[in-house]
């Protein structure tokens, strides 16, 4: 589900979609009988499409990391969802990194004559000034001071998640119209966990242009009685 005229859809607008579309078919007492019961049916068809609870979970994991609709799910709700969106985040920085180096295809050559007669060059020993020996006790003590200021202890992959989604979670949402994958693509350098796990939700489409376009062959005009039932089972 999505709007079809949106260049980009990904599974990250099903649950801000589905809960615009909730307001507007709730049913209430001004409406007439016919009006109640089309909006009952056309809600209750919506809801059975995203019952599977690993589905459920999914997008609204692909919503929370959606910078346009982060904030539309309830606190209490979504604090469950940020927790899951943590963990995906370690487990996928830590695969990243276990995984093995890239062989240089360059290891295993053979030298040819050329090279092996080719002078060995050894970089120049730069003599030091008077100066710099004189005060030589000093600059070794400034350059171990520096050494220990700046080599402090490097955080854990669950730290770095935790201080990206922190960072996340204070900006603003951006607007309906932005694009939110070019949005984490700006952000790789400052949020990269997250940027990458962002792959993960919003690089799903959804069937929206397949669907519209096989409903279109399938209820056409001559075919505008096809029964509901019929008409799930062949779009």
């Known amino acids: 589900m999505c709007v079809p005229s949106e260049k ?66 309830d606190e209490g709700e979504a604090a469950d969802i940020w927790d899951r969106l943590e963990k995906a985040a370690v487990a996928n920085a830590t695969a990243a990194v276990d995984q093995p180096p890239i062989e240089d295809p360059q290891a295993d050559r053979v030298m040819d004559d050329a ?43 669950t730290e770095q998640v935790q201080k990206e989604l922190a960072i996340y979670k204070r900006l603003q949402r951006i607007p309906p119209g932005q694009d939110p994958v070019a949005w984490w ?14 792959n993960t939700y919003l690089c799903v489409p959804t069937p929206s242009e397949r669907v519209f376009s096989c409903a279109g062959h399938a209820i056409s005009q001559k075919r505008c009685r096809i029964l509901p039932k019929k008409a799930n089972m062949v779009i």
């Open 115 to 157: 090279e092996m007669k080719k002078p060995e060059e050894y970089p120049r020993k730069v003599q030091k000034s008077a100066l710099e020996k004189l005060f030589e006790d000093e600059d070794r003590q400034l350059k171990e001071d520096a050494a220990s200021h700046t080599a402090g202890r490097v955080p854990s992959i």
């Open 8 to 73: 980009s859809p990904t599974c990250s607008q099903i649950i801000p979609i589905l809960m615009k579309l909730e307001t507007h078919f709730r049913q209430s007492d001004e409406d007439t009988v016919f009006t109640s019961s089309i909006k009952g049916k056309v809600w209750g068809s919506l809801q059975n499409r995203y019952q599977d609870e690993n589905l459920h979970k999914f997008l609204k994991e692909a919503t929370l990391m959606d910078p346009r609709f982060k904030g539309n799910l």
């Open 185 to 198: 693509w700006s952000k790789r350098d400052t949020l990269p966990n997250l940027s990458a796990l962002s």
